[in-house]
């Protein structure tokens, strides 16, 4: 008897919290978020990106992010570093979430990091009966016009995306620098997933 009375105040105190919780979820209306680039330790390096609405339908983001972690799919073992920083208008959106809606951006990115050249990449040595890795180096800055859509709502938030620019600098070996593609001399490319928490 006592334990089913405990039973019934355990599940009203659950329920009492869940509903709490939902309607001040219902009321957020975040203009902050964190987010990560979704997959992008499979290619070698973790990003985070944070977001602030700045004004109405505008916000800016930043990206730092750190080359040399995660599955190295490529297998050039790259170290290194990147730097996004983007501006966003939200061209379309719910009024009730300041950061959700189709936009367009105006982004620059840029990455420095060293990899394992393909071309030279086993030397044989008969004096140290080791293999040689020549080391190559890549430093590239892009500015790239994007677009995409972003759902902001309770505490998720979901961003995806694709632009394309101009970029110029150091290529890599694989064209790909840990954020775009280079293409075609000075085309550069992005597409993404992003998700993360808003608050």
């Given at each position: 008897?006592?334990?089913?009375?405990?039973?019934?105040?355990?599940?009203?105190?659950?329920?009492?919290?869940?509903l709490?919780?939902?309607?001040?979820?219902?009321?957020?209306?975040?203009?902050?978020?964190?987010k990560?680039?979704?997959?992008?330790?499979?290619?070698?390096?973790?990003?985070?990106?944070?977001?602030?609405?700045?004004?109405?339908?505008?916000?800016?983001?930043?990206t730092?992010?750190?080359?040399?972690?995660g599955?190295?799919?490529?297998?050039i073992?790259?170290?290194?570093?990147?730097?996004?920083?983007?501006?966003?208008?939200?061209?379309?959106?719910?009024?009730?979430?300041?950061?959700?809606g189709?936009?367009?951006?105006?982004?620059?990115?840029?990455?420095?990091?060293?990899?394992?050249?393909?071309?030279?990449?086993?030397?044989?040595?008969?004096?140290?009966?080791?293999?040689f890795?020549?080391r190559?180096?890549?430093?590239m800055?892009t500015?790239?016009?994007?677009?995409?859509?972003?759902?902001?709502?309770?505490?998720?938030?979901?961003?995806?995306?694709?632009?394309?620019?101009?970029?110029?600098?150091?290529?890599?070996?694989?064209?790909?620098?840990h954020?775009?593609?280079?293409r075609?001399?000075?085309?550069?490319f992005t597409?993404?997933?992003?998700?993360?928490?808003?608050?």
């Amino acid at each position: 008897m006592i334990f089913s009375v405990q039973k019934k105040y355990i599940i009203a105190l659950l329920c009492g919290i869940i509903l709490s919780f939902s309607a001040y979820s219902i009321e957020r209306n975040p203009k902050n978020n964190f987010k990560t680039t979704f997959l992008s330790l499979y290619t070698g390096s973790a990003k985070l990106t944070y977001e602030r609405a700045l004004f109405n339908k505008q916000s800016i983001e930043i990206t730092v992010g750190y080359i040399g972690v995660g599955y190295d799919s490529f297998k050039i073992q790259p170290k290194g570093g990147l730097f996004r920083l983007a501006y966003k208008f939200i061209i379309s959106n719910n009024a009730n979430n300041t950061l959700t809606g189709f936009y367009l951006k105006p982004e620059f990115a840029y990455s420095d990091f060293g990899y394992n050249c393909e071309d030279q990449k086993y030397i044989y040595s008969k004096y140290s009966k080791k293999d040689f890795i020549t080391r190559g180096r890549s430093c590239m800055g892009t500015l790239m016009m994007c677009t995409g859509y972003q759902w902001a709502k309770n505490i998720l938030v979901f961003d995806v995306f694709a632009g394309a620019g101009l970029g110029k600098g150091n290529d890599a070996e694989i064209q790909y620098h840990h954020g775009f593609i280079k293409r075609l001399n000075y085309i550069t490319f992005t597409f993404g997933l992003k998700i993360g928490l808003g608050f």
